[in-house]
């Protein structure tokens, strides 16, 4: 298979090294270097293409391989406030997009776990529910996308919770804290934790390195090549 790597930070270059062992073929990488090359002739020559860059270039990129006619793999996060309209592009143009902000299979099983202890942890009011990530100090997001993820989660199964919220000094009863921390060496760390006056239960996932994201966004990258539609993770393990 024939890739292009839209972004090229370290991510894309794990990307690269796993899409390599597994006998694909990267025909472009793009970066702030060289982005007078991401061009439609140049995307044709790509059957899917994997696009990790920032918030601010994410739909523009999007947009552009979904206009090249080549099925895109989007692990950006920060932009989602902007999804209705890239999803309503994406179908009026009989496009291909794969969005999740997490492509590690482990924490795609993890969003699973979160969903199901949220929904049994409803009939407990007596417990409160904090989130906590940790990454390295280049991410540019805060919180998390995964962290979002989670968060949403619960706030469609937790009735008590009615929006989260990021910022540590002030928060109420009904509203969901996530805590942000930088620091370096870190890949990714997310927490949700059920605390009562009596125990608490949490659960974690960490990220050792980016292999494990890198594996997933080359897996689905696999999944998306000659597909059409939108398609998230739970689609490319089999877990819909």
Known sequence: MNIALIGYGKMGKAIESIAIEKNHSIVLKIDIHNAAEFT?????????????????????????????GVPVVSGSTGW????????????????T?????????????????????????????????TMKEVHHTEKKDAPSGTAITLAEQVLERVSRKKQWVNDTSSYHANELLIESERTDPAPGTHHVKYSSAIDDIEIIHTAHNRIGFAGGAVKAAEFAKNKRGIFGM???LGLS
Not at 44 to 62: L, M, Q, R, W
Not at 80 to 95: F, T
Not at 119 to 128: G, H, K, Q, S, V
């Open 40 to 68: 439609t002739a140049n995307l044709s020559k790509a059957d899917v293409a994997i696009e990790f860059t920032g918030p601010h270039s994410a739909v523009a990129n999007i947009k552009k391989c979904i206009d090249a």
């Open 80 to 95: 989602l406030k902007e999804w209705e309209e890239v999803k309503a592009y994406c179908e009026a143009n009989n496009g």
């Open 97 to 129: 997009l794969i969005y999740a902000s997490n492509y590690s299979i482990g924490v795609n099983l993890f969003f699973e776990i979160n969903k199901q202890l949220a929904a049994l942890m409803d009939a407990y009011p007596e417990y409160d529910i």
């Open 234 to 236: 739970k689609d490319v």
